[in-house]
């Protein structure tokens, strides 16, 4: 059984910084694409960063320069730097990864973090 737990949610003050862990441990053959995705409160989710193995990034928008992907392979798990956090970054942040298990990918999330960032 694969699981991704995050860590690193809290309340922020706008302007500051906060990073967020996701591992994922269980009977993993590999990863391929880990990432993260966020919902508001009456919104749906939404696609935030995501990285492949070999590294490459990709980025909402609404983040970009703000927010740092990066991934730790050698221990299955993935993080978000999140710099100059604005109140609209308030949301529950969902880690997900595409998991190979024996010989199949499957999509895996996580429970998610409550990120809430005051004025």
């Known amino acids: 059984q694969v699981q991704l737990v995050e860590s690193g949610g809290g309340l922020v003050q706008a302007g500051g910084s906060l990073r967020l862990s996701c591992a994922a441990s269980?009977?993993?053959?590999?990863?391929?694409?880990m990432g993260w995705y966020r919902q508001a409160p009456g919104k749906q989710r939404e696609f935030v960063a995501g990285i492949t193995g070999g590294g490459v990034t990709n980025y909402a928008d609404s983040v970009k320069g703000r927010f740092t992907i990066s991934r730790d392979n050698a221990e299955n798990t993935v993080y978000l730097h999140m710099n100059s956090l604005k109140l609209e970054d308030t949301a529950v942040y969902y880690c997900?990864?595409?998991?190979?298990?024996?010989?199949?990918?499957?999509?895996?999330w996580g429970r998610g973090t409550q990120v809430t960032v005051s004025s």
């Open positions: 269980g009977s993993i053959f590999s990863i391929n694409t």
């Open positions: 997900h990864a595409i998991i190979v298990v024996l010989t199949t990918p499957y999509n895996y």
